[in-house]
């Protein structure tokens, strides 16, 4: 897919094998870092799968709300929740162990699409995502590029913690630069309970009286 961006007008090409079928994803410019929507695209995806279905006799509107079913996490009151973004089976596994120990509900994705499709109908307490998730290339993260335009009031209410096989763990400034909470480095994937409790406890003091107001409306 060709894209054109409408602040600098520079032209780059996104593979299509890296948009998903979800609505509502934007993506940075990587000159000027200007909000793309890809929503047409992606529409159309959606209608010519629609397309397919119809032809096989099976209703579009049924088969996108057995979609948005799917999507929907049923979770007690009071628990928390992650969502662990990795293709790495083995790195999951020991990320997911640390969070099952943390007394987390974690709900795995392996593909950008079914992510995405999990933060537009649930709420985390905590998204896990590496680097590299659904792309060879940090810059082609669609769901971190997705995550980065969260709007702020949103943005507040979940931990971001991004692993990277380059980055530095705990690089504040580097963090801040990238729009995530936390870095880690998989060579530190064992100090992650350590590092991770500490990282959110700092965190929900920052924000705990904002999350606690919006709590109070019925916001959160």
Known sequence: MKVNCPGCHAAFTVP????????????????????????????SSIHAVQGELSAL??????????????????????VK?????STDQIRAEKIRQTLDELSFFV??????DYALRKLNNNHYDLIVLEERFGSGKPGEN???????????????QFFLLLFSDTLPTLDGMLAYRIGVNMIMNYKDIEKT???????MKDH?????????ELTRRGQR
């Open 142 to 156: 669609l769901v971190l590029h997705h995550l980065q335009l969260s709007p702020m009031h949103l943005r507040r």
């Open 193 to 199: 309970k350590v590092l991770l409790v500490r990282a």
């Open 204 to 212: 929900k003091m920052s924000y705990g009286l904002y999350m606690d």
């Open 16 to 43: 299509d094998e890296k948009i998903p079928d979800v609505k509502g994803v934007r993506i940075l410019c990587p000159k000027c870092k200007v909000p793309i929507d890809l929503g047409q695209r992606i529409e």
């Open 81 to 85: 929740t992650a969502l662990l973004c």
């Open 57 to 78: 006799g099976v209703d579009g509107e049924v088969a996108d709300l057995q979609e948005d079913v799917m999507a929907l996490d049923v979770v007690e009151e009071g």
């Open 107 to 112: 709900v795995q994705a392996g593909r950008a």
